[in-house]
């Protein structure tokens, strides 16, 4: 597949792949306009073939989107799991580089991160895409796990329960200072100094961490 990158009419694709032509047209149409600011027409159109060629691959642009989403998905669970990297060589060092990997990916990937987590793609009745999700989120789970187990006998807070908090924090601070986009607000630290400091207070509270000790 060969893409060309000059005027509007130029783009599109050649003798190649074209499910792969719509999900590129969607990444660039939703970095340009948002992930409600085009039709599937538009999509056809972005890519160069005719509103009609891509019911050969998706019904509606809604299963565009969620195509779109899964794979966004897809690309996150291995950004976090190679961060995590299994928690060596120390767990909490761990956490935090799996908490800079999801800062990264909202700032180099907003396109891919809006359909995720913006698009408003019913995740219920696609069962590919909420798995991918799942598979993410099961990266800080199990992070989630190691740390609870450094938690005092009898105070170890549940897994899923750590990890939903973990995540809230990390996508908020992506959501508005770790954007690639003109979403992001400004901020007098960097995004992974706020996270990291809300981390070691939020696991110096549960008893995981001391300051002063990694």
Known sequence: ???????????GYHHGNLKEALMRAA???IAEKGPFGFTFA????????SPAAPYRHYSDREELMADVAKRGFEEFEQALRKAWNDGQPEPIEAFERA????????RKHPAYYSAMFEASVPIAKNAELRE???RAFNVLRGAAEKLAANAPAGKRPPATMMA?????????????????DEGRRSLPMSPEELLEAGVLVYLQGLGIWEPGKK
């Open 99 to 106: 908490g800079k990997a999801y800062l990264e990916f909202a």
């Open 1 to 11: 597949m060969s893409w060309k990158h000059g005027g509007r009419g130029e783009r």
């Open 132 to 134: 991918a999700g799942e």
């Open 42 to 49: 538009d999509a056809a159109r972005w890519a160069g073939v």
């Open 164 to 180: 939903l908090h973990v995540w809230a924090l990390s996508h908020g601070i992506a959501s508005l200072f770790a954007r690639g």
């Open 27 to 29: 990444l660039e149409l």
